[in-house]
């Protein structure tokens, strides 16, 4: 997907809770792409994780970023379940209004993404993990 960018209409710096941070970064872990696509469907929003942000689209302007989440600043929190500083940047008017639920309704749609994941990956694992025994001495390897 291509998504396009205005100009910056100005920033904020906020701290995000450290679980939904934990949860972006578990869920950017666990994706075999370089991205991963929320979507917060009580909102019409379709967030992008990557390795450096957060997008936010609006599903009625499905290819324009709104607002993003930007400059994690992790090393700065003493311990894991400390907020996480980061920036917020505005490219569109209306950022400003859906900033203010955004952030709840992220968390809460990426942890049924993040559970819906890790359930799959468990059932996944089940099915492929096999023990295979050989009989005999002759199959144990020594040092000589």
């Avoid at 679980?19 to 869920?27: A, D, E, G, I, M």
């Avoid at 992008?48 to 970023?65: A, L, Q, Y």
């Avoid at 090393?75 to 379940?81: A, D, G, T």
């Avoid at 490219?91 to 994941?117: C, S, W």
């Amino acid at each position: 997907m291509t998504f396009y960018r205005a100009s910056k209409l100005g920033s904020k710096q906020l701290l995000l809770p450290a679980p939904t941070y934990n949860l972006l970064r578990s869920l950017l872990f666990q994706s075999d792409l370089n991205c991963v696509y929320v979507p917060i469907r009580s909102v019409q929003y379709m967030a992008v994780i990557d390795d450096e942000e957060v997008i936010f689209i609006n599903g009625h302007r499905r290819s324009f970023i709104e607002f993003a989440w930007k400059y994690f600043k992790p090393q700065q929190r003493k311990s894991l379940s400390d907020p996480v500083p980061y920036e917020i940047v505005f490219y569109d008017q209306e950022a400003a209004e859906a900033m203010q639920y955004i952030q709840t309704e992220f968390h809460k749609f990426a942890q049924q993404l993040y559970d819906k994941t890790k359930q799959t990956v468990i059932n996944s694992s089940q099915k492929t993990n096999t023990v295979t025994s050989f009989p005999g001495k002759d199959n144990i390897l020594a040092d000589e």
